[in-house]
């Protein structure tokens, strides 16, 4: 059937833009397709002339893709290399302000702003030098407690040591024979602990019947330092325990002290709230004093003090109340407190709000206005 009226020829174009080569040999061309069995509508010619275009790879799109681009010029424009120079430099201005942004203050190491005044310029290195000085003291001070607390020092070794340099510093016999004494201590503890004698150390002087034992042959030397030793560690222990115990017991008699000073006061203060009407006025002019007069003494103290320091209190006069100026044609009430009207004699009760005291509401302006002059008699 002739496709001479049709708009789009199918077989004929296709077959002569592409060449043999690229066509598969297992596809059979549109050109050899017998003419007695050519499509029947258009919609037949345009499924035949798609399937008669060979399908191209993907490294064949990429290649022909590349060629047009070459075709055209080839990379970018110059308008186009520019406003992508553009969008690179607002980028990278963008990223600057959030980094400056980000960037948290340095009051010390910013520099100080030109506007300011001489004065306030000088003032703030001042303070900019405490600043530096004192975080520098902070540092050394830091770092050495570090190295102590590194040591594995307790307080109250740290405490001895430093008590041993102040005496064997001193020129007073007195002090030099505590740095004696110390000194001789930690060469006991440290004979102890290698567990053998050491110059200067002896620990059988404190042991007669040791020393007699020596003395008749009954055991060597050796021996019996090993047995003055013994001892010693044991009572040491039993006297580092007793040590122990005693300071747990006074620190929990100082606890119990310190709980029942502060209930003590706490029901005081229960008890003058309800009794003293200026007891809240007088509490805050002393609870400051009491606090750091509390810090120095123990707690069976406390109350003795806080009773003196509240009888002595003497408070400022209160500011005259701002008396408010009467309506025209009434006064206040000495008694009540309230405005009546003038040259009246005073209400045998005060004047109260409708519906107030069992009063029952007015039901109507007449009713109000009844009430009213009621109240006025």
């Given amino acids: 059937m002739p496709l001479e009226n049709e708009d ?29 069995e050519g499509p029947k509508s258009v919609a037949e010619a345009i499924e035949a002339g798609l399937d008669a275009v060979p399908q191209r790879t993907k490294e064949e799109v990429d290649k022909a893709a590349a060629k047009v681009e070459g075709e055209k010029g080839g990379g970018e424009t110059e308008n186009e290399k520019k406003d992508d120079a553009s969008k690179d430099a607002k980028s990278g201005e963008d990223k600057a302000k959030e980094e400056a942004a980000k960037k948290e203050l340095d009051h010390v190491n910013d520099p100080i702003p030109k506007e300011l005044s001489e004065r306030a310029q000088e003032r703030i290195r001042s303070l900019i030098s405490y600043v530096k000085e004192r975080d520098e003291a902070l540092t050394v001070q830091g770092n050495l407690i570090s190295a102590i607390q590194g040591t594995g020092t307790t307080a109250e070794e740290f405490a001895s040591t430093i008590r041993y340099l102040q005496a064997f510093h001193s020129q007073d016999p007195k002090e030099l024979e505590l740095a004696l004494s110390i000194l001789q ?38 021996h019996a330092n090993e047995l003055a030793r013994a001892r010693t560690a044991t009572a040491r222990a039993q006297r580092l325990s007793q040590e122990r115990e005693t300071t747990t017991q006074a620190q929990h008699k100082a606890e119990a002290e310190k709980n029942a000073a502060i209930s003590n006061l706490n029901e005081l203060g229960v008890h003058l709230a309800k009794t003293d009407p200026d007891y809240q006025r007088k509490y805050d002019l002393i609870v400051g004093p009491l606090k750091e007069a509390f810090a120095r003494i123990p707690p069976s103290q406390w109350r003795e003090t806080f009773d003196s320091a509240y009888a002595a209190v003497k408070l400022p006069p209160l500011p005259a109340p701002v008396n408010e100026e009467p309506p025209a044609g009434m006064v206040r009430d000495p008694k009540t407190g309230q405005f009546v009207k003038a040259n009246k004699p005073t209400p045998i009760r005060p004047v109260q709000a409708a519906g107030a005291g069992g009063t029952p509401a007015p039901k109507s302006a007449r009713e109000a206005l009844s009430m009213a002059i009621d109240n006025l008699r």
Avoid: C, S, W
């Fill in 185 to 222: 201590q930690n060469m006991e503890n440290i004979a102890l602990r290698l567990g053998r004698d050491v110059p200067g150390v002896d620990f059988l002087a404190e042991h007669k019947d040791l020393q007699d034992a020596v003395r008749y042959g009954q055991i060597t030397r050796e």
């Fill in 8 to 36: 789009t020829p199918v077989a004929e174009a296709p077959a002569a833009e592409t060449p043999a080569a690229e066509t598969p040999a297992a596809e059979t061309p549109a050109a050899e397709t017998p003419a007695a």
